[in-house]
Every structure is written in C-alpha cells, then in structure tokens.
C-alpha cells in the first residue's frame, strides 16, 4: 500500500512539474510580463509607429521615412533585422527615440537596425537600462546618438559613422548628465567637421562612470573622445583613437579618469590633452605621431606609468599656474622617443647626467641637484625647476623644444654654464619668478624669445650670445626680454638679428655693461622702465635705432650708436638722466618726443661746471659731417659750441674729433687707423688663421671664434 501511494505522489509530482515548464515556456513565447499591461510578440512596425506597450517589435524590410519610432514604454525589444530606415534630412527628426514624458522606462533593447539620414539618428532620454546592439548610425544631420540624462546604457558592435554639421559641426556620440553609459567594441568614425573645434568623436558632459572599452575611434574631423566639466570616472581602455583631426581624447574639469592600454596615433593635435583634471590615471598607452603626446595644465594627483610617447613634436606638455599642479605620480616607466621622462620631486643632492639619458627633466621642491652634459628635445621644456634650490646646470642643449629651460614658482640660487638652445617654439630660456641666478655662457639662436625673465630679482648674465630671434612682430621677438624684474645685470653679451630687439625691458634697476646691440630688425634695446644704468654698450647697424628708452634717473655712460637707419636714441620721455662719453655716429643721431623732458647731456651742467670732467657726447655722422666731425675744437678738445638737442636738453660740452677718449665700446676698426674698412676684416682673419684668438670678438654671435665670424665682419662693415 505504502509502494502505490508513493509511487501516485511521484506521478502526480511529475505532473505538476510538466505543468510548471509548459506555463514558462507559454509566458516566454508570449512576451508576458507582470502587470496590467498586454504583452505582444514579434510584432510587425509600420508608420507612424509609438511602441507603448511591451514586447518584441520588428522591421521586415528597408523604408524611407520622415517620422520617428517612439518608444514610450518598458520592457521592449526593437529588433531591425538588418533593414535600413532612412529619413530626409529634414530637421529636428530623429530615427528612434527612447522617452517618455512623465516617468523613467527601463529595460529595452534596440538591435541590428541601420538609421540613416536624420537630424539624429537615436536618442535616449530620462531612461535606464537601455541597450543598443549591432546597430549602424550613420550620416545624420547633428548626431548619431544622443543619451540624456539616462542610467545603465550599453552600446554595443554599434558603428556610428559620418555624423555631421556645416554650422554646428556635430558628433558621433553625445552623452550629457547621464551616469553608466558603457560604449564596446564599437566604432565611432568620420564624425564632426574640420575648423569645427566643438564637433567630433564622443561628446561627454556632467556624466559619471562612463566606460569606452575596445573601440575604435578614428578619423574623426574633430575630437576623437572629449569630456567636459562635471565629467567624474571616466574609463578608456584597450581602444584605438587614431587620426582625428582635434585631440585623440581631451578631458576638462573632470576627476579620476583612467586611460589605459590604448593606442592614440597621428592625432592632429593631442593624443591626450587635460586641463584642471583630478587624479587621473594614465597607464600603458602608446601615443605616437601627434602635435603632443601629452598635455597636462592645471591638473593634479596624474599617475602616469608605462606609457610611451613617440614621434610627436612635443612630447609631454605640462603647464601650471600653482606648485600643486606639480604634485603627480609619474614613475620611471614612462619614455619619450625611447628616452625616459626624468620626474623628480623632494629629492636631494642628486646629479644627472648622460648615462641616465632623459629626453625631459623636471625638477619640484628640490636642492642640491646637478645636471650636465645632456640634450633635451622636443618637449614642453627640456628642463622644469619648480620651487627648488642650489641647482646647477651645465653643458646641456634644449632643441626643438617649446620652452629648452623653465625656472619658476620661488626657484633660488641656479647656476647655469654653457647651455645651447636652438629652434625651440617658444623661447630657449624662461626664468620666472626666479631669485639670484647666474646665466654665463648661454646660447641661443632660432626661436620667437632668446631669454625671457619674468618677475625675476637678483640675476647676473655675462657671456650671452642670442643671434636670429625671429617670430610675428606684435610679439616683439627680442634676444632678451625683461618683465616686471628688479636687480639685473647683463654684461658682456651680444644680441644680433632679432626681428624684434636685442632686448626689451620694463624693469627696474637694470645694469648693461659691454654689450653688443648688433643688427637688429627694430631697436638695439627698447627700455620702458627704471632706474637703469648704461655703461660701454654698442647699438650699431640696427633697422630703425639704436636704443628707445623711457625711463628716470638713469645714467648712459661711454656708449657707441652708430649706423642706426632712422636714429641713433629716441627718447619717449624722461627726466634726471645722464647722458655722457657716448658717441653718437647716425645720419638722425637723437629725438626727444616729450617737449618736457629735462636731462644732463655732459657730467658737469651749464651752471655747475667741472672743469676736471665736464665731457659730453660726440655728435657726428657716418659720412663725418656731423656737428661733432666738423665744429671748432678748443684746448680740451671740446666743441666750443653746445650742442642743443631740444628745449632744456643741450650738450653744452659736445665732443669734437680732436678729443682722444679710451673706447670701451666694441667697434669694427681693429687696427685703429681711424677707418673700418676690409683691411679690418684681413687682420681678423689673420688672427683667427694663427689661432691668436684671445682678444677677438664673436661677431656672429655662436659662442665660438671662427670664420664665421670673419663672414660676419665682413657683412657688419660693407653695411657702413
């Protein structure tokens, strides 16, 4: 009795069970879902079509349409089945639209469908669990997809191709306060427009917790991937971003992206560019063949490691307008062109040299650190200082960098000896915010800025050779510039060829002595500030004069202006200075434009005469006609006529051609036969041909006594 009733238990178990699967089995053929609505299954779309009810929808063929598919409720597949909708361009349609106007939907599917020729193709709006599979948006007016203010959307094997605007310039992909969007094994090609900066690839804003994982995004006419303020988490990974004519991927204003494991190539701008980002992580990627590999500003707490950099023409850029943006995680694993990316923070006493071989050097909250016998190229700078001290350079050479060295943020006591820029971008020298230096022996020569100081105190320069400083006139390529500086002195030093001047100052307490103003475009110097003092400087053969100056107070002693085109010094205004022991040798030898301005022109004034040295200046011309060539001479050798240059500006003590006065200044006529002439240059050759080159001066200005220099005379004096 026992064995029958179990064995009626068992059969009646089995029924029960065959009855539970056959009602599954029913729901899931059916589309059931659980609620008040009906469920409907592979149903056929025509047009106009709202999907407001839940189940499996389909297309059965390609049509040409202008009206959208509106999905206005959860639960629903869309499945194209490989047909093509195609619209008419007209604006504002779009293909698909996922939205409904009071709540958030969920969980619906849009697969193998090709949207063509819409405003934009799809768009997913206030919605959550959403996904798009093997799906081909392409040629729409604005852009392919569209994604806002939505959760938990994945896109995948979807391409989304040639999406763009004659005006506004379009995207691929637009997501914007959305959280969770993951983008796969998709492409995103040939979207935005070229000139069109805010157009291209993937557009991000204030979204969190976006992922783009093995995809390609190319050929981009703008960005390939940019995400802006409030974009916070962002992960790129194993993807190809490759040939867009923006940057590869361009983050602003954003916290903890990753970017790893990709590969960023010929990009026209940066592989990676990110301006005022939070912790981002930028591990194992090659970036190569770019205008930048990376570029970073205002931006802190980076780790970057394992990545290598090549082929750009800059490789890494890092700008900060804070020490903090120096704070980062950069490891000893990253290369440029095969050559490490030397990061050094808080360390001390350390040397550098070229067995460690870097291709770019920064330095932050350091002393005590030496580098030597290095060339550095191709990089935001070849050396960063930054709030460091007791730091000594020598023997280095910055090529084709942007800036070859940059000091700033309370740098101190940096000693730099025979250091070589050439053909960098921006200027082979920039010391900001920098205090007591010394720059000796320092080359330059190619770029728009030789040297720029910047709110800089307490510099010695000597021994300064910048030639062939060229670069857009309004930028006033000079072979030094000074701003808002204070206590220095530059001596010994020549500046030649600059398109702009040989320098240019608005800073106070500035001290030339024994420089050479060869040649220049514009001016010898331009001084805009003071006090300064001048002493045995030469302005010769400069385009329009020799020196402009601005200033009070100031002292111009025993100088040379000759064969300036226009003038030799024009004074813009000015009060209290002395001008004295200069000899002015142009065809316009001075011009005073404030009719107020009063200054001494001789060391001893009309109604405080010194008979011991009451010198003024020579006032003569290249043809030896001038007032000082040709004016009666008294016992001292003085012109017994002043020289009156305007109202309250005379030279009551001009010198005549019979004064004999030690030259300080360096001129052209070598064997002091009182002409320049080619018998100068035979003599400078001679010497340089015995090797007697001691007392020679290099006229072309490459820190090197040779026959260029003889080239260089030459050229200086058939000018005359």
């Known amino acids: 009795m026992d064995i029958i009733q179990n064995t009626y238990i068992l059969k009646s178990v089995s029924k029960i069970k065959i009855s539970i699967i056959f009602t599954?089995?029913?729901?899931?053929?059916?589309?059931?879902?659980?609620?008040?609505?009906?469920?409907?299954?592979?149903?056929?779309?025509?047009?106009?079509?709202?999907?407001?009810?839940?189940?499996?929808?389909?297309?059965?063929?390609?049509?040409?349409?202008?009206?959208?598919?509106?999905?206005?409720?959860?639960?629903?597949?869309?499945?194209?089945?490989?047909?093509?909708?195609?619209?008419?361009?007209?604006?504002?349609?779009?293909?698909?639209?996922?939205?409904?106007?009071?709540?958030?939907?969920?969980?619906?599917?849009?697969?193998?469908?090709?949207?063509k020729d819409f405003d934009t193709g799809v768009v997913i709006d206030a919605s959550n669990e959403i996904n798009l599979e093997e799906s081909d948006l392409i040629s729409h007016m604005r852009t392919g997809l569209r994604i806002d203010a939505s959760e938990n959307v994945q896109i995948t094997s979807c391409t989304i191709q040639n999406?763009?605007?004659?005006?506004?310039?379009?995207?691929?992909?637009?997501?914007?306060?959305?959280?969770?969007?993951?983008?796969?094994?998709?492409?995103?090609?040939?979207?935005?427009?070229?000139?069109?900066?805010?157009?291209?690839?993937?557009?991000?804003?204030?979204?969190?917790?976006?992922?783009?994982?093995?995809?390609?995004?190319?050929?981009?006419?703008?960005?390939?991937?940019?995400?802006?303020?409030?974009?916070?988490?962002?992960?790129?990974?194993?993807?190809?971003?490759?040939?867009?004519?923006?940057?590869?991927?361009?983050?602003?204003?954003?916290?903890?992206?990753?970017?790893?494991?990709?590969?960023?190539?010929?990009?026209?701008?940066?592989?990676?560019?990110?301006?005022?980002?939070?912790?981002?992580?930028?591990?194992?990627?090659?970036i190569t063949s770019g205008t930048m590999g990376i570029s970073l500003s205002d931006s802190e707490g980076m780790t970057l490691t394992g990545n290598t950099i090549k082929n750009n023409r800059i490789g890494f850029d890092i700008s900060a307008s804070d020490i903090r943006y120096y704070n980062h995680h950069i490891s000893n694993t990253n290369t440029i062109d095969s050559r490490l990316l030397l990061y050094l923070k808080d360390v001390r006493d350390r040397k550098i040299g070229p067995s460690m071989n870097p291709s770019m050097v920064i330095i932050v909250n350091s002393s005590d650190v030496g580098l030597f016998d290095l060339v550095l190229s191709k990089n935001c700078a070849g050396i960063i200082l930054a709030n460091s001290s007791n730091l000594t350079l020598s023997d280095i050479s910055f090529i084709e960098n942007g800036i070859g060295l940059r000091s700033e943020f309370g740098t101190t006591n940096l000693i730099c000896n025979n250091l070589h820029a050439e053909r960098n971008l921006v200027s082979g020298f920039y010391i900001s915010n920098t205090h007591n230096f010394t720059l000796s022996s320092i080359y330059g020569q190619e770029s728009p800025s030789g040297i720029y100081l910047h709110n800089a105190t307490g510099g010695v320069l000597k021994n300064i050779y910048m030639t062939r400083i060229s670069g857009i006139k309004s930028r006033m390529p000079s072979g030094i510039t000074l701003s808002g500086c204070d206590n220095i002195t530059v001596s010994r030093s020549q500046f030649s060829e600059c398109s702009y001047a040989g320098l240019v100052s608005d800073s106070y307490?500035?001290?030339?002595?024994e420089n050479r103003f060869l040649s220049n475009t514009y001016a010898g110097s331009v001084l805009l500030s003071g006090p300064v003092e001048l002493y045995d400087n030469s302005f010769i053969n400069n385009e329009d004069t020799g020196l402009i100056m601005r200033a009070n107070q100031s002292t111009i002693l025993r100088n040379t202006f000759t064969n300036n085109t226009n003038r030799g010094l024009l004074l813009v205004s000015g009060n209290e200075n002395l001008f004295a022991y200069n000899i002015f040798k142009n065809y316009k030898n001075c011009l005073i434009q404030d009719k107020n301005s009063i200054n001494t022109w001789n060391t001893s004034n009309k109604d405080n005469f010194d008979t011991t040295n009451p010198a003024g200046n020579y006032w003569g011309d290249p043809e030896g006609e001038g007032f000082s060539d040709v004016c009666t001479t008294d016992a001292n050798g003085f012109c017994t006529d002043p020289y009156i240059i305007q109202l309250q500006n005379t030279d009551y003590h001009p010198l005549s051609s019979q004064y004999t006065m030690e030259s300080y200044t360096l001129n052209t006529d070598l064997n002091q036969n009182g002409r320049e002439d080619l018998q100068d240059v035979v003599l400078y050759m001679n010497k340089v041909s015995s090797?007697?080159?001691?007392?020679?001066?290099?006229?072309?200005?490459?820190?090197?006594?040779?026959?260029?220099?003889?080239?260089?005379?030459?050229?200086?004096?058939?000018?005359?």
């Open 24 to 115: 599954i089995f029913i729901v899931y053929i059916s589309g059931f879902c659980f609620g008040d609505d009906t469920s409907y299954q592979n149903i056929l779309i025509t047009y106009p079509e709202t999907l407001e009810k839940p189940g499996v929808y389909y297309l059965n063929e390609s049509v040409f349409v202008n009206e959208s598919i509106h999905i206005t409720h959860s639960d629903i597949i869309l499945d194209g089945r490989g047909n093509i909708i195609t619209g008419n361009m007209s604006p504002g349609s779009i293909g698909v639209i996922i939205q409904h106007p009071e709540m958030m939907i969920h969980n619906i599917t849009i697969r193998n469908i090709i949207l």
């Open 163 to 286: 999406n763009r605007n004659e005006i506004t310039g379009g995207y691929g992909i637009q997501i914007s306060d959305s959280n969770k969007v993951k983008i796969n094994n998709s492409q995103v090609t040939g979207n935005g427009k070229t000139g069109k900066s805010n157009s291209g690839g993937i557009y991000i804003i204030n979204s969190s917790e976006t992922s783009i994982i093995s995809s390609q995004i190319s050929t981009n006419p703008g960005f390939g991937i940019r995400a802006d303020n409030g974009t916070d988490h962002l992960t790129i990974s194993d993807c190809d971003i490759s040939a867009n004519s923006g940057d590869g991927i361009l983050i602003q204003s954003g916290s903890s992206p990753e970017i790893q494991k990709s590969i960023l190539d010929k990009n026209k701008e940066s592989g990676i560019e990110l301006i005022k980002v939070v912790q981002p992580v930028i591990t194992g990627n090659v």
């Open 509 to 513: 307490n500035l001290n030339l002595i």
């Open 691 to 720: 090797g007697d080159t001691s007392s020679l001066y290099d006229f072309s200005g490459d820190g090197k006594i040779n026959l260029n220099d003889v080239v260089s005379l030459f050229h200086i004096i058939i000018k005359k």
